[in-house]
């Protein structure tokens, strides 16, 4: 039987369009929810950003959300865990895919995050900072500064809760840039292409402590802010679940809450370089979805 | 931490690039080919609906697919590990890139070849595989070399589905260290590392090309 250049072409390309599709690995079986972890295995999203969740020099996996859930989940039986580490903006969509179990990143708790996800009770409760140069040269003390100096530009990281503060403070867009993460942004105010940058408190510590980072420091006061309760607005944060797994939710609160209670929370919490003024205390996850946080 | 300590950190990520590079090459050289060829000798149908292939694969944007295939396709029951993605996604997408060069090899070979094979009472599928084949394949190679390097350099994209390749090495040693014009620094010396002996080869390639060439001429 001869071989047409019509035939040909017709296996190759029915090959070809095969050929596309074939890699799958397997069909995913919908998650069963057991009444018992014991032994279970939790895979933990991260997305390197200090203090939250990071691997550190040793290429150990820190950070305070990363040692909650450790030290919340042990008398669960939970006691195995693979970080996954991944970009701030693929934590939400990876958790939604069934690639995590939870995020123990440091995701601040916001409605729009509520109605895709599960939080946990908020741990730590942080206000915003700014990273100036050395001297704060513009001398800005509050997102009103930069708002009121149309040459100070601000850096802000892509997504972060920090970053819609200010712009709710009534700083112009065109004065923000974003960046994809805190080194970015820091980055930039050494290049001179961004004169503030806008961090969570423990975060902008860090840089200056930890990281030591010269050239740069916190403008000392800084107002950020103001709610119009007349507070200043805080992020709360903490461990995010998918919306199917609110039994493992409610058994991480409980035991956050022993822990809390046990004055365990603390010790990690200053590890970390947070403050005791920092515990979220008593406001509860349901009332910041609400939009009363 | 001196720029050796940050190059040997970023190394650790050097496996990752491979494993995608190495797997990203099994999709798209099979691809390429399937592609190519189908296309030279397609008409009507076959040959849209390979267009169609090619086109989806040339003209979407590579980070864009890595987020659908990772993050989306789950939702939709169809659950691929990273590597897979990755390397698929990257693969296919430079495989389609290499289809053209494989199309215009072949369109390149001079038509009084096929027709003297159809003289000499050769099948098509034979004037395929024995006559302009091995003459385009000459022509293809420094195309595929380029392409190598494209895709070794694509590999950056991978860290979007969690793998830890020297890119995401690099950022992991920044956040850490605050340092990046030294830590990007030595990413890029690390990316040349890979990639120069790569155009060594191409160019290597191409000398022997070229003498195989001009062999066939003088005959």
């Known amino acids: 039987m001869p071989f047409s250049r019509r035939r040909i072409s017709a296996l190759l390309a029915v090959a070809v369009c095969g050929a596309t599709l074939t890699g799958l690995d397997r069909v995913a079986p919908a998650r069963a929810e057991t009444s018992e972890w014991a032994g279970k295995k939790l895979v933990v999203g991260i997305h390197n950003r200090t203090p939250w969740g990071f691997r550190d020099k040793q290429n150990n996996i820190a950070g305070i959300h990363p040692d909650i859930v450790r030290a919340v989940f042990a008398p669960l039986g939970i006691t195995e865990f693979e970080f996954v580490v991944s970009d701030f903006g693929a934590m939400i969509p990876g958790l939604l895919a069934g690639r995590f179990d939870i995020i123990a990143s440091g995701v601040a708790i916001t409605p729009a995050r509520c109605e895709q996800v599960l939080f946990s009770e908020p741990d730590v409760a942080v206000g915003d900072s700014l990273l100036v140069l050395k001297g704060n040269p513009l001398k800005l003390h509050s997102y009103e500064d930069i708002a009121k100096n149309p040459q100070a530009r601000l850096a802000g990281g892509r997504g972060s809760e920090n970053t819609k503060n200010a712009l709710a403070a009534g700083i112009p867009e065109s004065q923000v840039s974003m960046f994809p993460n805190n080194e970015a942004a820091v980055s930039a105010i050494l290049a001179g292409r961004a004169d503030a940058a806008t961090l969570s408190v423990p975060s902008a510590i860090g840089v200056i402590e930890e990281q030591r980072v010269e050239g740069v420091e916190r403008a000392l006061p800084f107002k950020g802010l103001i709610k119009p309760n007349g507070q200043p607005a805080r992020l709360y944060t903490g461990i995010v679940f998918p919306k199917s797994s609110a039994k493992l939710r409610d058994a991480y609160n409980a035991e956050f809450a022993k822990l809390r209670a046990a004055g365990k929370l603390t010790p990690i919490m200053q590890k970390y370089l947070f403050t005791t003024d920092d515990d979220a205390g008593t406001i509860t996850t349901a009332q910041i979805c609400a939009g009363n946080g | ?219």
């Open chain 2, 1 to 219: 931490m001196s720029f050796v300590d940050v190059l040997s950190g970023i190394l650790q990520g050097l496996g990752v690039t491979l494993t995608v590079t190495a797997l990203g090459m099994l999709y798209a050289v099979p691809f390429a080919f399937a592609a190519g060829i189908t296309q030279h000798v397609s008409r009507g149908l076959a040959y849209g609906a390979i267009t169609a292939v090619i086109e989806f694969w040339r003209s979407t944007s590579v980070i864009i697919l890595l987020y659908g295939f990772y993050y989306t396709l789950p939702t939709a029951g169809l659950r691929l590990s990273a590597i897979t993605v990755g390397s698929m996604v990257l693969g296919l997408h430079i495989g389609a890139y290499g289809s053209q060069a494989v199309r215009g090899a072949l369109q390149a070979v001079d038509k009084g070849q096929s027709e003297a094979g159809r003289a000499i009472g050769l099948r098509d599928w034979q004037i395929l595989l024995l006559i302009e084949l091995p003459q385009a394949l000459l022509a293809m190679v420094p195309t595929f070399i380029n392409q190598f390097i494209q895709l070794v350099k694509g590999t950056a994209l991978v860290s979007l589905v969690t793998l830890s390749d020297m890119t995401f090495r690099a950022k992991e040693i920044s956040q850490l260290y605050y340092d990046p014009p030294k830590i990007y620094f030595a990413l890029l010396v690390a990316y040349f590392i890979l990639c120069y002996p790569a155009t060594i080869a191409g160019r290597w390639i191409e000398r022997r090309v070229g003498a195989g060439r001009r062999i066939v001429h003088d005959v």
